[in-house]
């Protein structure tokens, strides 16, 4: 049985799609963004979270396990020296598809698949901390009811 096994089969072998993808992923990380098909791109971009996250714990064996998922030495250097740390602060989300439209010769979907600005996390903000604001300003009002009351007699 295969329950919650996810992939796009992209019409290729397995062997063929781990060695696009893996070569997709060491270009996308050696020149921050690609152009590809809509399919290949949400494919790349589950493959190139996992990496950025294996960069972001940043020990040896997490790097020797990119090492044998990308099989691009400076590409994995890269990626852990310069890109990971860059995302420390995000909790996922490191790339974004950009869709340009039909291509001409066959009218398949095509997109830029690209990494997002570094720095800006990817969090919801809360909504209990703007209650507890609202609840502050109530009573604050009050006051300044009492204290115009007071100054009006």
Known sequence: ???????FKIGRTGAHRK????????SLIEHGQIKTTITKAKEAR??????????????????????????????????????????TEREGGYTRIIKLGRRVGDGAEMCILQFV???????????????????????????KAEETAEVAE
């Open 46 to 87: 589950r493959f190139a979270d996992r990496m950025i996250t294996l960069g972001k714990k940043g020990d040896l064996h997490r790097r020797r396990l990119a090492i044998s998922k990308l099989r691009n030495k400076d590409a994995v250097k890269k990626l852990f020296d310069e890109l990971a740390p860059q995302y």
């Open 19 to 26: 060695a696009m993808l893996a070569n997709m992923v060491s």
């Open 117 to 143: 600005e570094a720095g800006a996390p990817a969090k919801k903000q809360k909504a209990a901390p703007a209650k507890a604001e609202k609840k502050a300003e109530a009573p604050a009002k009050e006051v």
């Open 1 to 7: 049985m295969r329950h919650r096994l996810h992939t």
